[in-house]
């Protein structure tokens, strides 16, 4: 965990930065009282070697999404320049559950390994990750991708345009676009938007309602578990020392709110899985947003520099007119 | 002092130039209209590196902004006035500055804006923009200084 900082630090360090600044040091107040207190984000765990691939999570999403689900409106408009917009339609393949698609948020992806010179086949389901600092919803240009206190990621249907940013800056290519729904259909359909954005919401309305999500209920296996972060990170270590296993998600992209243990090497494990389109990889991910958190740093220093350079000049032209 | 004039012209063209543009990138439009597909222009649809170049003219422009703040209050406010035209331009500047930190602010790890909030933000931020862009070129074409 390279560049994390704190909003506590960011505040700190912006206010003292900016002693000289009162410009600055106001920003940081206004921000910081827009901002709410912190709640520790909810993290699931999930434990692979448990995982017997029955899917009933699977259908158990679908079961408790299904009227989140996009009903399209057909034909489609127009969309130009008509080589450059591709048209993305699943209505019509609801029943794709191998990967990841508006009308499916989790799949099981299947890998064999090694273990002990034995060959043991392993099933892992996926999702969104929930990503600590979401590039999908810190990128998105409208607001319509959103993260929620407890860490959970999402994406308002109703504000959504379907441009796939959110999927071409997450390192995991998780949003999958229908098109001929949507906000767009209201504006320029035929020159900006290409329909809305789905993917794994971990249930926000069952959470809001005290109800866990569905696919953790619904697995025979208990294969996840939904906690604060650092009980689940405890639990998740303890469960690796003991299965002499690895984890992967605590750290990928600075940090997730997906942590799975599994008894084989996650490098092994992407190397057997199919991946491609709506199936995603397992590599070791860097932190996407640590340039621009740099950056931000960084910006502190600038209203400094300004003032350091006026003052320099106004003492080069003092000493110019004695 | 003529020259750091131009140089301060220079760099804030430059600046507002770049920061235009890779603000304007941060919306999936230019692959779509094969802007991207100019040789050369192929970065402009790439969202990280158009994030970071917004990113570092938004320094750029802070420096400028605050040393040219600074200048005028301690070394110009009797020599020049600000036009009513400047003021329009300074008081878009810092609404786009302000909002733009926020917006900085907001993109870091357990950083949690109402969902309102960063649409507001988002929107306000893209009307500065395009309001200065528009008082920026009446000033060019009318010949409007923002100082006299
Ligand atoms: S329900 Fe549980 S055991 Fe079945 S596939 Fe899903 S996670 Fe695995
Ligand atoms: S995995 Fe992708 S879609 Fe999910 S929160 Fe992270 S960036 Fe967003
Ligand atoms: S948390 Fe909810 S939306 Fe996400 S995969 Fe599980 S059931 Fe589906």
Same mark, same amino acid.
């Given at each position: 965990?390279?560049?994390?900082?704190?909003?506590?630090?960011?505040?700190?360090?912006?206010?003292?930065?900016?002693?000289?600044?009162?410009?600055?040091?106001?920003?940081?107040?206004?921000?910081?009282?827009?901002?709410?207190?912190?709640?520790?984000?909810?993290?699931?765990? $999930?434990?692979? =070697? &448990? %995982?017997?691939?029955?899917?009933?999570?699977?259908?158990?999403?679908? @079961?408790?999404?299904?009227?989140? !689900?996009?009903?399209?409106?057909?034909?489609?408009?127009?969309?130009?320049?008509?080589?450059?917009?591709?048209?993305?339609?699943?209505?019509?393949?609801?029943?794709?559950?191998?990967?990841?698609?508006?009308?499916?948020?989790?799949?099981?992806?299947?890998?064999?390994?090694?273990?002990?010179?034995?060959?043991?086949?392993?099933?892992?389901?996926?999702?969104?990750?929930?990503?600590?600092?979401?590039?999908?919803?810190?990128?998105?240009?409208?607001?319509?991708?959103?993260?929620?206190?407890?860490?959970?990621?999402?994406?308002?249907?109703?504000?959504? $345009?379907?441009? =796939? &940013? %959110?999927?071409?800056?997450?390192?995991?290519?998780?949003?999958?676009? @229908?098109?001929?729904?949507?906000? !767009?259909?209201?504006?320029?359909?035929?020159?900006?938007?290409?329909?809305?954005?789905?993917?794994?919401?971990?249930?926000?309305?069952?959470?809001?309602?005290?109800?866990?999500?569905?696919?953790?209920?619904?697995?025979?296996?208990?294969?996840?578990?939904?906690?604060?972060?650092?009980?689940?990170?405890?639990?998740?270590?303890?469960?690796?020392?003991?299965?002499?296993?690895?984890?992967?998600?605590?750290?990928?992209?600075?940090?997730?709110?997906?942590?799975?243990?599994?008894?084989?090497?996650?490098?092994?494990?992407?190397?057997?899985?199919?991946?491609?389109?709506?199936?995603?990889?397992?590599?070791?991910?860097?932190?996407?947003?640590?340039?621009?958190?740099?950056?931000?740093?960084?910006?502190?220093?600038?209203?400094?520099?300004?003032?350091?350079?006026?003052?320099?000049?106004?003492?080069?032209?003092?000493?110019?007119?004695? | 002092?003529?020259?750091?004039?131009?140089?301060?012209?220079?760099?804030?063209?430059?600046?507002?130039?770049?920061?235009?543009?890779?603000?304007?990138?941060?919306?999936?439009?230019?692959?779509?209209?094969?802007?991207?597909?100019?040789?050369?222009?192929?970065?402009?649809?790439?969202?990280?590196?158009?994030?970071?170049?917004?990113?570092?003219?938004?320094?750029?422009?802070?420096?400028?902004?605050?040393?040219?703040?600074?200048?005028?209050?301690?070394?110009?406010?009797?020599?020049?006035?600000?036009?009513?035209?400047?003021?329009?331009?300074?008081?878009?500047?810092?609404?786009?500055?302000?909002?733009?930190?926020?917006?900085?602010?907001?993109?870091?790890?357990?950083?949690?804006?109402?969902?309102?909030?960063?649409?507001?933000?988002?929107?306000?931020?893209?009307?500065?923009?395009?309001?200065?862009?528009?008082?920026?070129?009446?000033?060019?074409?009318?010949?409007?200084?923002?100082?006299?």
């Amino acid at each position: 965990m390279t560049s994390k900082i704190s909003r506590r630090a960011f505040l700190k360090g912006s206010i003292t930065a900016a002693g000289s600044v009162v410009a600055t040091t106001g920003i940081a107040r206004a921000a910081k009282s827009i901002t709410r207190e912190k709640q520790e984000p909810l993290v699931t765990l $999930l434990d692979i =070697s &448990k %995982c017997i691939g029955c899917e009933e999570c699977v259908f158990a999403c679908q @079961q408790a999404n299904a009227d989140k !689900y996009p009903e399209p409106e057909k034909p489609f408009p127009k969309m130009y320049p008509t080589s450059k917009v591709p048209v993305e339609d699943w209505s019509d393949k609801k029943d794709v559950i191998d990967r990841l698609t508006p009308y499916n948020w989790l799949f099981i992806q299947h890998a064999s390994a090694i273990v002990n010179g034995e060959q043991i086949d392993l099933t892992i389901p996926r999702r969104c990750m929930h990503c600590d600092n979401p590039p999908c919803v810190k990128l998105c240009p409208w607001g319509s991708a959103k993260q929620e206190e407890n860490g959970l990621s999402r994406i308002d249907p109703d504000l959504c $345009l379907g441009g =796939s &940013k %959110c999927k071409t800056v997450c390192p995991w290519k998780i949003p999958e676009r @229908q098109t001929g729904t949507g906000l !767009y259909l209201n504006l320029l359909p035929a020159f900006a938007g290409n329909g809305v954005m789905y993917k794994c919401d971990r249930c926000y309305n069952r959470l809001e309602k005290g109800e866990v999500p569905a696919c953790i209920e619904a697995c025979p296996e208990d294969v996840q578990t939904i906690g604060p972060r650092s009980e689940i990170l405890k639990k998740a270590h303890a469960l690796a020392r003991e299965m002499n296993g690895y984890i992967y998600g605590e750290n990928e992209n600075g940090g997730t709110n997906t942590i799975y243990v599994s008894p084989v090497p996650f490098e092994e494990l992407n190397k057997s899985i199919e991946k491609g389109k709506g199936k995603p990889h397992l590599n070791k991910v860097k932190d996407m947003m640590a340039d621009g958190t740099n950056l931000a740093k960084a910006m502190i220093l600038a209203p400094i520099a300004g003032v350091a350079a006026a003052f320099g000049k106004f003492y080069l032209s003092s000493k110019e007119d004695k | 002092m003529k020259t750091t004039g131009k140089t301060r012209k220079y760099i804030y063209t430059i600046t507002l130039f770049f920061i235009t543009l890779s603000g304007f990138a941060q919306m999936p439009i230019f692959k779509r209209y094969y802007i991207a597909d100019i040789p050369g222009f192929g970065w402009l649809a790439q969202f990280y590196v158009t994030h970071i170049m917004h990113y570092i003219a938004a320094i750029v422009l802070i420096a400028l902004v605050t040393y040219i703040l600074i200048d005028f209050m301690f070394n110009r406010s009797r020599l020049i006035k600000i036009t009513r035209t400047g003021y329009l331009g300074i008081l878009v500047l810092a609404g786009l500055i302000v909002t733009g930190v926020l917006m900085v602010f907001k993109n870091l790890s357990n950083i949690y804006f109402g969902h309102t909030t960063i649409i507001v933000l988002d929107l306000t931020h893209l009307s500065l923009c395009m309001m200065l862009l528009f008082v920026s070129f009446y000033s060019v074409i009318r010949k409007k200084s923002w100082v006299i």
